[in-house]
């Protein structure tokens, strides 16, 4: 199998191949042209799977940075007929600075390059959080009315595609997927992707996936809090 990583840059993005598990430095690519640069290398190579790094807060917390890649992966998915990874990259570029001075390298010549090879690398021990970048995803028809006033928990939704959605600005929302974050991001919310940044007690409603249930925490819903149940269909 050929694996291409991808360190992702504004001004520059690093690439290199994994053969049979075997990581290779590729080159650099200008990100202003890396449609027709990834196109060629796509077809050239023979890729068949893609995996960019995912610069995470060392928290775990989505960040700005975080959203510029998903939205890079949504349009590299565009153009790649094969799979789309996305991989936590926390750390990649101490690891590319250690092994670029145990291998007498230059780091800041070389340095998208090497963490490209090191998100491989990661990406191949199976020790990373990924996430498969999608084209579809499902829809909610059902999505019950919150109450002015009140105060509400959209809990790990599967898409942001939900009927109804637009007129409930104030609703805090969790989600662990990248791509829907993002998502819920554009329509103008303010998500979060970690559990200790909700606090399930001071909710009066809290809607979550049919079948699905509530994290155990020490911290419960309170007495008073209205569990709603959301169906999804595909879209």
């Known amino acids: 199998m050929k694996i291409l990583g991808i360190d ?20 650099t690519i200008e990100h202003r042209d890396y449609r027709k640069s990834l196109k060629e290398i796509f077809s050239q190579r023979e890729i068949d799977l893609t995996v960019i790094g995912l610069p995470l807060s060392m928290s775990g917390r989505f960040n700005q940075l975080a959203m510029k890649v998903v939205a890079f992966a949504e349009k590299v998915k565009k153009i790649f007929p094969g799979r789309v990874i996305l991989t936590d990259e926390r750390l990649t570029t101490k690891s590319s600075e250690r092994i670029a001075k145990d291998s007498g390298l230059s ?3 070389r340095r998208d390059i090497l963490s490209a090879m090191e998100i491989l690398r990661n990406y191949s021990r199976g020790t990373t959080v990924n996430w ?24 790990a939704p599967l898409s942001s595609k939900i009927v109804g959605l ?32 909700i606090d399930f007690s001071t909710y009066d409603i809290i809607v979550i996936t049919e079948g699905a249930e509530l994290p155990a925490s020490s911290i419960e819903p309170a007495d008073n809090c209205a569990v709603y149940m959301c169906s999804w269909l595909n879209g």
């Open 8 to 27: 992702f840059g504004t001004v520059r993005i690093g690439l290199a191949i994994q053969i049979e598990g075997i990581e290779i430095p590729l080159e």
């Open 107 to 109: 780091f800041s010549t």
């Open 132 to 155: 498969e970048v999608r084209d579809l995803f499902p829809v909610c028809r059902n999505f019950p009315p919150i109450d002015a006033g009140k105060k509400a928990l959209l809990y």
């Open 166 to 197: 637009d007129s409930t600005k104030e609703m805090d929302v969790y989600v662990e997927d990248p791509q829907i974050y993002l998502s819920f991001v554009k329509k103008g919310f303010k998500p979060k992707n970690l559990l200790d940044d």
